[in-house]
């Protein structure tokens, strides 16, 4: 059932708010999360997928309660879960530090597929969809615009990092050659064309700390090309991704350690488990951090099964491990997990 409803979570039209919310991230035990914007003392947008569901407060025995008689999140604290139609679809969740990576956009009714630069986290880079008439200045022949913008201010206004432009292809055909947008044109399927703008300038002054945190987030062409594809035209390129919060019980910090998480295949109970795909980074700031594991979808088997796998080293010495089996990608794990790693 839980596969059922969350499918049909995703499916809802895309609306966006125009200001931006404090937003919060709850991750679950099962590997799902949920994001909530707090929109007034008394009301929350539940994120789900590119769209919100408003949910009004409800009375509620225990802890805090919104809901539209389908759709409810309990919370009680740092801590909550979600239900759909009466059925729980993500228990266990806790309030997750809102400083990780964006989520990929795989989109099957625009056959887009882009990774987001790691550095884009979800604090400082929002991401919107236009479709239609929303779309400026080709709301008549595109289909879609996906905008990636750079929040900063103490009003929160936004700046834009990229757009990138879907045409059908009969439409782009069409047009003017002085009417198309500048941009580079990252692919087509045979169907549709996809472009992308980049910002000419800085919108700040170079030397503010807004300007600096401005080019650290600014990518360009090659990088936009290596993580963007197309549905049905991926061929042996990493496109693909897993994200794993790696989490430890103790409240240490261990800054210069160094962390490594893998996405192995673990089918073979009498051979060791391949990496499909491994991370290794020096934790700057000591902290439990997210980690994005990108991967080709050729080197993933659905009958297969994936566990993702971490260890923590100070000097080379091992510290901390996982060790326990954390699904994903297949069997009806999803692409998100929490990895709990122990003391040796």
Known sequence: MKAFILPMLLCSSFVFANEVPTQKRFQCDEGQSFTIQMTSPDAIQLQVGWSFIPLPQVVAASGTKYSDGKTTVWLKG???????????????????????????????????????????????????????????????????QFEYRFRAGAAQQKYPLLDILVFPKAAWTQLAADK???????????????????????????ASAEGKEFIALQTNTKEVQQAFSMYGIVKKKAVES??????????????????????????????????????????EQGTPPT?????????????????????L???????????THTPVLTRGAGREVTVMLKNL
């Open 180 to 206: 198309k947008p500048i941009g580079e044109v990252l692919g087509e399927d045979g169907q549709r064309v996809y472009v992308a703008q980049l910002p000419a300038n800085n919108p700040f002054d170079p």
């Open 78 to 144: 740092d801590t909550g879960f979600l239900e759909q139609n009466d059925i729980v679809v993500a228990r266990n969740c806790t309030l997750a530090d809102i400083e990780e990576p964006l989520r990929p956009v795989r989109d099957a009714a625009s056959g887009l597929v882009f990774i987001p630069p790691d550095r884009w986290t979800a604090n400082r880079v929002q991401m919107y969809v236009k479709s239609g008439s929303e779309i400026p200045f080709y709301g008549e022949s595109a289909t879609q």
């Open 313 to 323: 080293e100070i000097d080379g010495k091992l510290i901390k491990i996982n060790d």
């Open 291 to 311: 980690v994005t594991l990108k991967f080709s979808p050729d080197a993933i088997n659905p009958r297969n099964t994936y566990s993702i796998g971490a260890r």
């Open 242 to 283: 897993v994200t794993a919060k790696v989490m430890w019980l103790d409240r240490r910090l261990y800054p210069g350690a160094v962390l490594t998480v893998e996405l192995r295949d673990v089918s073979r109970m009498d051979a060791p488990a391949e990496v499909i795909s491994k991370q290794t980074i020096t934790l």
